[in-house]
């Protein structure tokens, strides 16, 4: 959440740089820089995975393919509402397989806006632009209260 981060303590509870797509202090997530573009209408990653995010032999786990949809999804909804904001449903449908260490090119575009959702379309094409995967995902706000509570 790059663009989105501010000082307050509930910023430093819901984000401390560590989240796997986009989490800069991550050394074992995939640190790309989300492209917010149209007041939020668009987001564009470019992401090279690692060969170790792989399912079979050089093929990108389907797994990672999602979670980079998400992404894409989630941050047209954080864009949007000018908030953090979470998925709260994700449809993928996979194309053709992915390989690794390969530059992966993800857009989103928002498709629908009310007061507490956003829905917002997605895929990821290789250069070629071989269409990889595609998803439709739907996103609301979340407050400091969406952050769970450590058990005693």
């Given at each position: 959440?790059?663009?989105?981060?501010?000082?307050?303590?509930?910023?430093?509870?819901?984000?401390?740089?560590?989240?796997?797509?986009?989490?800069?202090?991550?050394?074992?997530?995939?640190q790309?820089?989300?492209?917010?573009e149209?007041?939020?209408?668009?987001?564009?990653?470019?992401?090279?995975?690692?060969?170790?995010?792989?399912?079979?032999?050089?093929?990108?786990?389907?797994?990672?393919?999602?979670?980079?949809?998400?992404e894409a999804?989630?941050?047209v909804?954080?864009?949007?509402?000018?908030?953090?904001?979470v998925?709260?449903?994700l449809?993928?449908?996979?194309?053709?397989?992915?390989?690794?260490?390969v530059?992966?090119?993800?857009s989103?575009?928002?498709?629908k806006?009310?007061r507490?959702?956003v829905e917002?379309?997605a895929?990821?094409?290789?250069?070629?632009g071989?269409?990889i995967?595609?998803?439709?995902?739907k996103?609301?706000?979340?407050?400091?209260?969406?952050?769970?509570?450590?058990?005693?």
């Open positions: 959440m790059t663009d989105m981060q501010s000082d307050t303590s509930e910023d430093l509870v819901l984000n401390d740089d560590h989240c796997f797509v986009c989490g800069m202090k991550n050394p074992f997530g995939l790309v820089k989300p492209e917010i149209a007041g939020g209408a668009l987001v564009r990653i470019v992401c090279t995975p690692a060969e170790h995010l792989q399912g079979w032999a050089n093929i990108l786990h389907g797994g990672i393919l999602s979670t980079l949809l998400d999804i989630t941050y909804g954080i864009s949007t509402f000018g908030q953090h904001a998925t709260a449903q449809e993928v449908r996979f194309r053709n397989p992915a390989p690794t260490r530059k992966l090119f993800v989103a575009e928002r498709i806006v009310s507490r959702l917002a379309k895929e990821v094409r290789l250069t070629d071989t269409l995967a595609t998803g439709t995902g996103v609301v706000p979340v407050s400091e209260s969406f952050v769970p509570k450590t058990p005693e």
